[in-house]
């Protein structure tokens, strides 16, 4: 089981910077692979960026520059930083960790934070 905790959402201005949080409750080198999703306020959720245990990233393209994960593992924890934010990432954010068991694959969702360019 593993539970995930973000933090670091909020207003901001357009133009401006947010960092999102995630802290995993069990060590994240076990975790297959860890991403960040959103859904806005007329979308589905869907892939922001995921980073896996080998360094492994992706990036859905209009978050190529301006957004950037990266992992700590001392912390056991991912990071979003998102810079030159737009109106249209308004979202809640959620964190996502897939764990590969023997028996298969198993995800696992964080509560989810809300992020608000607006002015």
């Known amino acids: 089981q593993v539970q995930l905790v973000e933090s670091g959402g909020g207003l901001v201005q357009p133009g401006g910077s947010l960092r999102l949080f995630c802290v995993s409750s069990?060590?994240?080198?076990?975790?297959?692979?860890l991403g960040w999703y959103r859904q806005g306020p007329v979308d589905i959720r869907g892939v922001v960026a995921s980073?896996?245990?080998?360094?492994?990233?992706e990036y859905r393209k209009y978050a190529e520059g301006p957004f950037t994960i990266s992992r700590d593992n001392a912390k056991n924890s991912i990071n979003l930083p998102m810079n030159t934010m737009k109106p249209k990432d308004t979202a809640v954010y959620f964190c996502?960790?897939?764990?590969?068991?023997?028996?298969?694959?198993?995800?696992?969702w964080g509560q989810g934070g809300q992020g608000t360019p607006s002015s």
């Open positions: 069990v060590d994240i080198n076990s975790i297959y692979q």
């Open positions: 980073i896996r245990n080998t360094g492994e990233i």
């Open positions: 996502k960790a897939t764990v590969n068991y023997t028996s298969g694959m198993k995800h696992y």
